[in-house]
């Protein structure tokens, strides 16, 4: 076999590898710059549009990207002053922290159950758990209308908070079954060891270690609780008892009057401290796997 | 000793059972009891103003097929969710290696190619309102300012324009999400595999092809499954972009199901169109997760 | 034809840290030989290794190979096979689609790839294991999968990382033969990195020992062991590892074995009391705990006498000697060899 290179040929290799790998890079930031604008793109112009006044916005020939005349804080005043948007926005809190602890406290032991304490239907029960993802919103929110006239809580937020554990717990019970699997079980039968119940190495060593996956669930169900919108718009029609999901859409569109510029601000106001929070939450995720995976 | 260990086996049993049937009980109460419920409507003649349960069999399923409006409906949620797939499925694995890559920046780039996903569903979909607008529209504006139309494109006026559209949204809502499932594998794939690969002679797209993308696709499935759950379930884009219109020509099974039984009243007919989801899912699910077992390695 | 790899001056620091991890290596390697790069965890040597094969970019200095500086130039360039410590074999690929997968870069058709792999096969004696997957092969088949595809390419140098750490104790003894064997057949030059210092004796044609990244000494396994550079390598290799007795700004050192009672050592000897207080029995050997003094400062030593001796000794105080051409001396403050200094032999 020949040698590896020669000399010359070297040269001109090196010089082609480095094109390349300039053209790479270039390519990797041309894409990651594309992927931003068209992502975020909708909310920095909403950003705009949420201060310009009435002449500015209602004007087709308009840079709507730029301020044509002063920008205005009056629209978002308005939001806050004039509309129940503080209270959907409230209503919208509460609910997604209860119902994120109702889901922790209903889907952590399940998961560990299902893992850990070998009960003789565990895999069925983590395959049926998959199945209920299944029934969608869509059809049950018929059914779950009724039954939440039924239990008296037609027309009240507290509705959601009862029924919306419904689309968490599954799929959060089935996000902790993967973590759980991939925690070792040497230190819960450590804890067993050295005198701790099941129920307690359970509680002390197992949900501390299972922090990462906890923070997921807790992110991926606020998300979706917030999110969220047919059950919403079928079972509260108050306004004061509304989340931010129905109520912007609804109040702050009156017949055939919307008032555009506080919508948009309120499209703002809400989205950017969840995606804040999630970022955050993906930072440390990254972290966590690159530095646990080295060697295969 | 034995009577110790007796005790511990005791307590495991009961915490078993302790740990999972609130669960289990929540569930069967809220989501098993609602889905025999739907199914009993469907056979029923319950509406708004007259809640009382009568059996009437099969009249709701008749009038249902009898309502071109109905296969209008299951053809655009199969039509939807298929398109819709494919393009978060491709856009997410893109996306995917993006948030894995290094480069200055990358912290701001994550955050805001998160926002599209993270904004409840309903907010961003009012804001698109605005973007396809058929007189304001800033997305008519540039393509007027760059000189290829003249005048605006009726994004959610016309038939295919807002089928389009509907599917874009879809598509801009879910692709973060499947980028973030799809990065989870990404991310697990040993180091020295890729290292071996370069050593052995593979490109960059041959190490995509032959290594990264076999070894990731079960998360690919998984983001592929859970862009069609939530694409084919979901009634709020639709809802608010167009309402099913024009002329029902994006109409999906779930806008419809809200509009005949929530705004009309008829929760009968609006049961059984909503059930269609149910078996849609069904084989779409169990397609998927035979697609992985069969290419599921380690 | 194998050819020679060369490291000039080289440097490597990583992007935030304060240290260089390769601190000015300057080696060269002969034609086809088996050399180890030893040294502890954080010394190096895999960094040093990753360098050759391209997978790091050194901050300065030049890797030769070939007699051309391939710097810039990516793995698949430069014609090297590596094994890594997990193997890194495909696990979606069956042994047979893992040992063909580097020649898929070659301009080889489909028959003339499954040729050079089964040919490769062949050679490792896995054959029968071309349709199996990586996971339901041993660890030491999966080496030997491994060395397969590392030699399919015909690479003018093979690079391995610790390929016998996740073996057991027993298999690791057999692997290792089988890799020195396969070796000398196939002739390719051969870089293995260790931290294992009987792997690397046993393996070696030269050991390159290396702390803290720079080499320490470079020399056959019988130069390594008998004639260390400084006190690290004399700690380092050999086990149980040379005795150091501090004396007036000197360490007089000695290996456990030439530590005898003083009537079986032959010609010129260094005499010294030889306090024990614990015999270990091992299977061929006694290894015998206790301090000396008479030499330098008192120090607390290790002898290591065939079983026929240990009859003799108890414990207690007893008179033990090292033949005089056995002992070494190093700067107390440098660790470096330093030219011997009188010690009162008698004999000779």
């Known amino acids: 076999m020949s040698a590896v290179v020669d000399p010359g040929s070297a040269e001109r290799l090196r010089r082609h590898y480095n094109r390349q790998h300039v053209l790479g ?5 041309t894409l990651a710059v594309l992927a931003a ?10 950003m705009v549009t949420a201060t310009k006044l009435n002449a500015d916005l209602y004007n087709p020939d308009n840079n709507p990207f730029a301020y044509n005349q002063p920008p205005t804080f009056d629209h978002v005043r308005y939001l806050f002053t004039e509309t129940s948007f503080p209270t959907f926005a409230w209503n919208t809190l509460w609910v997604g922290l209860l119902v994120v602890v109702i889901t922790l406290v209903l889907g952590l032991p399940a998961a560990y159950s299902i893992t850990r304490l070998d009960l003789r239907w565990s895999g069925a029960m983590g395959i049926a758990i998959f199945f209920v993802y299944l029934i969608p919103p869509s059809l049950l929110f018929l059914s779950l209308s009724r039954l939440v006239v039924w239990v008296g809580l037609q027309d009240s937020t507290w509705s959601l908070v009862l029924i919306y554990p419904t689309i968490t717990v599954p799929v959060s019970t089935w996000l902790l079954i993967g973590f759980l699997k991939a925690l070792p079980k040497d230190v819960e039968e450590q804890a067993m060891i050295d005198g701790y119940s099941r129920a307690g190495a359970f509680l002390r060593i197992v949900v501390p270690l299972l922090f990462p996956g906890i923070v997921a669930v807790v992110v991926f169900a606020f998300t979706l609780t917030a999110s969220e919108f047919i059950y919403a718009l079928s079972f509260v029609s108050p306004t004061q008892e509304k989340v931010v999901s129905t109520g912007v859409p609804t109040e702050l569109i009156r017949g055939d009057v919307f008032h555009w510029q506080s919508l948009q601000a309120a499209n703002i106001i809400i989205a950017v401290p969840i995606a804040f929070v999630f970022n955050l939450f993906l930072a440390r995720f990254i972290s966590g796997f690159t530095m646990g995976a080295v060697k295969g | 000793m034995t009577q ?31 889905f025999g419920l739907a199914i009993a409507f469907a056979f029923s003649d319950v509406t708004a103003g007259d809640p009382s349960y009568d059996w009437v069999g099969l009249r709701n399923f008749e009038r249902v097929f009898d309502d071109p409006v109905f296969w209008r409906s299951l053809w655009n949620t199969l039509i939807f969710t298929g398109i819709s797939m ?14 894995v890559a290094d480069f200055r920046g990358k912290w701001v780039v994550r955050f805001l190619v998160l926002l599209s996903w993270t904004t409840p569903v309903a907010l961003s979909s009012v804001s698109w309102l605005w973007l396809l607008h058929s007189i304001y529209s800033p997305v008519d504006w540039v393509f007027r300012e760059l000189g290829f139309i003249e005048t605006n494109t009726y994004w959610l006026g016309r038939p295919n324009l807002a089928m389009a559209s509907v599917i874009a949204v879809h598509v801009w809502r879910l692709v973060p999400l499947a980028a973030v499932i799809m990065m989870v594998g990404l991310l697990s794939i040993p180091t020295d595999l890729n290292e071996a690969a370069k050593i052995d002679g593979a490109g960059y797209w041959r190490r995509m092809f032959e290594i990264t993308i076999p070894l990731t696709f079960p998360l690919i499935a998984v983001s592929a499954l859970f862009g069609a759950i939530f694409t084919f379930t979901d009634m709020a884009v639709v809802y608010i972009l167009t309402r099913g219109g024009p002329t029902n020509s994006t109409q999906v099974l779930a806008s419809w199901s809200f509009l005949r039984g929530i705004g009309g009243g008829d929760i009968g007919q609006g049961a059984v169109i909503a059930l269609f989801l149910f078996p849609l899912l069904l084989a779409a699910a169990v397609l998927i997760l035979r697609a992985v077992r069969r290419v599921e390695t380690i | 034809m194998p050819v020679a790899v060369e490291l000039r001056n080289l440097r490597k620091r990583y992007d935030g840290g304060h240290v260089d991890a390769v601190d000015g290596v300057d080696l060269a390697t002969e034609e086809g030989e088996y050399l180890v790069l030893l040294g502890p965890s954080g010394c190096g040597k895999t960094t040093l290794l990753r360098t050759v094969a391209g997978l790091e970019h050194p901050t300065a200095g030049e890797v030769v190979i070939d007699g051309a500086v391939v710097n810039g130039l990516p793995p698949r360039v430069r014609k090297v096979a590596m094994v890594f410590q997990s193997y890194a074999l495909y696990p979606h690929k069956s042994v047979l689609a893992n040992i063909v997968f580097p020649l898929k870069a070659e301009k080889l058709d489909r028959a003339e790839r499954e040729k050079k792999a089964r040919w490769a096969a062949d050679l490792l004696g896995i054959e029968e294991l071309l349709d199996r997957k ?28 610790e390929p016998l750490s996740n073996l057991d104790a027993k298999l690791r003894a057999i692997a290792r033969d089988e890799l020195k064997r396969f070796q000398e057949r196939v002739g390719t030059t051969t870089i293995y990195v260790t931290h294992d210092q009987a792997e690397a004796m046993g393996l070696g044609d030269r050991i390159a020992v290396m702390d803290r990244g720079q080499v320490r000494q470079l020399g056959p396994p019988v130069d390594v062991y008998d004639d260390p550079a400084d006190t690290f390598v004399a700690r380092f290799i050999g086990s149980p590892p ?18 005898m009672p003083a009537e079986h050592v032959q010609g010129e000897k260094v005499p010294l009391q030889f306090e024990v207080d614990r015999v270990e029995y091992l299977s061929g050997d006694r290894h015998v705990y206790g301090t000396v003094t008479g030499l330098g400062e008192d120090t607390r030593v290790i002898a290591r006498l065939p079983s026929m001796m240990v009859g003799e000794v108890t ?13 070494r001396f190093f700067d107390e403050d440098s660790g470096l060899r330093t030219d011997p200094v009188r010690l009162g032999a008698t004999g000779g």
């Open chain 1, 25 to 29: 890079r270039i390519g990797l930031y």
């Open chain 1, 37 to 46: 604008i068209i992502c975020a793109g909708p909310f920095l112009w909403s």
């Open chain 2, 4 to 34: 110790a260990r007796v005790r511990l086996a005791d307590r495991e049993g009961f915490l078993a059972w302790i740990f999972l049937t609130p669960t289990v009980v929540y569930v069967v109460a809220l989501v098993a009891i609602p």
């Open chain 2, 86 to 99: 494919f393009f978060i499925v491709v856009f997410g694995k893109v996306l995917a290696n993006i948030l």
């Open chain 3, 134 to 161: 990586p996971r339901q092969l041993s660890g030491g088949e999966r080496q030997r999968v491994a060395l397969a595809r590392a030699m399919v390419r015909d690479p003018q140098v093979f690079l391995l990382d």
């Open chain 3, 242 to 259: 040379m005795n150091l007795v501090k004396r007036g700004g000197t360490l007089v050192g000695f290996r456990p074995e030439h530590l």
């Open chain 3, 315 to 327: 414990e207690g105080s007893h008179e033990f000697a090292v033949s005089a051409d056995r002992v």
